[in-house]
């Protein structure tokens, strides 16, 4: 996927909620496990790395997200420059 379509759909994930914005609690990189990354839906397969984050005071389903590195880096430069849509648009 190239790069502006990747921003796009991790940007669209942000407004809709299926990414969060949330405060980033830890991070490690590892080799990947044939998960899916939440970015951009693609497997990370072994030969590639995976970035987890745990966001800060997640627990459960949603504590833990998981991205390619590119994925981590767009989610993180755009969590704090897209206002959230969902419900007031204020």
């Not at 397969?45 to 995976?50: A, D, I, M, N």
Request: proline share 6%.
């Amino acid at each position: 996927m190239d790069p502006q379509t990747l921003r796009l759909l991790v940007r669209h994930k942000l407004q809709d909620g299926r990414l969060p914005r949330s405060r980033i609690g830890t991070i490690s990189i590892g080799p990947g496990g044939g998960n899916t990354c939440d970015g951009c839906e693609a497997r990370i397969s072994k030969e590639q790395l995976v970035q987890e984050v745990v966001l800060a005071g997640g627990r459960g389903a949603r504590g833990t997200i998981q991205f390619h590195i590119i994925c981590f880096q767009l989610w993180d430069g755009e969590r704090g420059t897209q206002p959230s849509y969902r419900g007031c648009p204020v």
